[in-house]
């Protein structure tokens, strides 16, 4: 079964690591007000579901059909959302954020329950599924994508967004706000004892993996109260985070907690990633001339040599016709509203320009 343990929040203990049994919004309103860092959400889609669905070879598709996401009216299915989404926001820290994925079918109602009641979005996310389910019926464009919203428990709320990991698991890119991964197939697809689906819509790991890695921090809490077969407390636990499970179907649970069984934490060395560089110590530039690195008199250039300026004993640059700071400067005689001058002003070592920032690091180095 799962590793039990639990967290001190005040009087109450935070059960992690835990499959919790029952409705989501009874167990979430019982847990402790403050202390989860994140929270992912798959809630039922109310598809509306009217037959069943062939193919055209007349065999029928494992569509959605379980008890679960049927509601009688939207009005039921908008309750149910705005009473799930206060026990959700209560449960949050004031910094904490959560994720929520639906379908065309109820992702507009959850996003403006959202936003009723105090949420802040950040982003809408599309996971454009590049091995979608083909339309078999050819009455409407194939369904290949997903919504995510991305939101904050409250507007100014410091969320924690580690943007240098998504852009270095991007290639160096910018992670951008379409997502195009596989849906749930092959090895990953969980099966039960007949070898059917163990549930019909497992999200592939991918998926979590990029909001995990990228919206929280080693340690945090991720709660998930649509468990289903425990992707999120996988994908939380080989990141070295904290995850709590609500699941209601006793099928799902046993699934969930065998397959947590076989997940392995990863090393800490492989938990590190790429960390802000805003994050990292302040340097000023003055601090690279008192300590004789560059001395004052010495000149810098800019990239491609069309600009020199000379450093000054104070920290300062001076220009043909401007003094200030390597920022300053720099920005002048480029004509633009600002510059980087840590990247752009180089000194000359053996010929060759060398960036200043190289020194800068080099302090930094010191500083850890």
Known sequence: ???????????????????????CIELMNALPENSVDLIFADPPYNLQLKGDLHRPDNSKVDAVDDAWDQFSSFSVYDKFTREWLAAAR??????GAIWVIGSYHNIFRVGSALQDQGYWILNDVVWRKSNPMPNFRGKRLTNAHETMIWASKSEGAKYTFNYEALKALNEGVQMRSDWVLPICTGGERLKDAAGDKAHPTQKPESLLHRIILGSTNPGDVVLDPFFGTGTTGAVAKMLGRDYIGIEREESYRIVAAERLARV???????????????????VPFGQVVERGMLRPGEELYSIGSRFKAKVRADGTLVGNDVKGSIHQVGA????????????????????????????????????N
């Open 1 to 23: 079964m799962t590793k039990t343990t639990t967290k001190s929040q005040g009087t109450a203990e935070l059960p992690l690591n835990q499959i919790l049994a029952g409705d």
């Open 90 to 95: 209560r449960l949050l820290k004031p910094n």
């Open 264 to 282: 392995r934490k990863f090393d800490a060395e492989a938990l590190e990633i790429t960390g802000s560089k805003r994050a990292e110590p302040r």
């Open 332 to 367: 002048h005689l480029e004509g633009a509203p600002s510059c980087n001058g840590w990247t752009y002003w180089h000194f000359k070592r053996e010929g060759k320009l060398v960036p200043i920032d190289i020194l800068r690091q080099q302090i930094r180095a010191e500083m």
